[in-house]
T-cell receptor, first 114, second 119 residues
Framework: GEDVEQSLFLSVREGDSSVINCTYT??????LYWYKQEPGAGLQLLTY?????DMKQDQRLTVLLNKKDKHLSLRIADTQTGDSAIYFC??????????????FGQGTILTVHP | GAVVSQHPSWVICKSGTSVKIECRSL??????MFWYRQFPKQSLMLMAT?????????EQGVEKDKFLINHASLTLSTLTVTSAHPEDSSFYIC???????????????FGSGTQLSVL
């Protein structure tokens, strides 16, 4: 089945940029997502990218997609202590009325030091 | 954006009892909802797809008799953990799909999750 892999930990200093990487195996992925989860909380959609795009920028967030290598990254500019959380990469290989079944990576724990 | 309400946020129960978790779409109709489980320090694993008015579709390895899903209306899906045991202790989270509004890619909305602890 589909597989999504992420680096488990990332530690950065406040004000620096963070880059979280993700690889996936499903070549038919249509949408790729980045979610943020704070302790004891649900999932907050940060951003997503459609598979025919290479890059998407949304304020401090930049998503890069290398479809050939099946590699996705999330860059957070000017990382703040409030960005400390677990970040999940997810993909859905299905569109249309089957859309919505997500395969998640293991999550990357981002720690931001003052 | 759309809101999905999940209740309760946390529940503690004795081994052998059943626990019901509700997932409601508050301002849209969701013909399809998804249930995930997350063990500590692990990722979210899809358990089942809940379809309004029909049987749920379970992922491989998920016991349908243990995790009963009922999607009786367009805004409510329930997950009942029957005869819960300590190994069922987990974080359960639902998502709902709003096909009518928003751009593709923005049609999935997650509940806030339920932390289940079975003693």
């Amino acid at each position: 089945g589909e597989d999504v892999e992420q680096s488990l930990f990332l530690s950065v200093r406040e004000g620096d940029s963070s880059v979280i990487n993700c690889t996936y195996t499903d070549s038919s992925s249509t949408y790729l997502y980045w979610y943020k989860q704070e302790p004891g909380a649900g999932l907050q959609l940060l951003t997503y990218i459609f598979s025919n795009m290479d890059m998407k920028q949304d304020q401090r967030l930049t998503v890069l997609l290398n479809k050939k290598d099946k590699h996705l990254s999330l860059r957070i500019a000017d990382t703040q202590t409030g960005d400390s959380a677990i970040y999940f990469c997810a993909e859905t290989g299905e569109g249309g009325t089957s859309y919505g079944k997500l395969t998640f990576g293991q999550g990357t724990i981002l720690t931001v030091h003052p | 954006g759309a809101v999905v309400s999940q209740h309760p946020s946390w529940v503690i129960c004795k081994s052998g009892t059943s626990v019901k978790i509700e997932c409601r779409s508050l301002d849209f109709q969701a013909t399809t909802m998804f249930w995930y489980r997350q063990f500590p320090k692990q990722s979210l694993m899809l358990m089942a797809t809940s379809n309004e008015g029909s049987k749920a579709t379970y992922e491989q390895g998920v016991e349908k008799d243990k995790f009963l899903i009922n999607h009786a209306s367009l805004t409510l899906s329930t997950l009942t953990v029957t005869s819960a045991h300590p190994e069922d202790s987990s974080f359960y989270i639902c998502s709902a799909r709003d096909l009518l509004q928003g751009r593709m890619g923005e049609k999935l909305f997650f509940g806030s999750g339920t932390q289940l602890s079975v003693l």
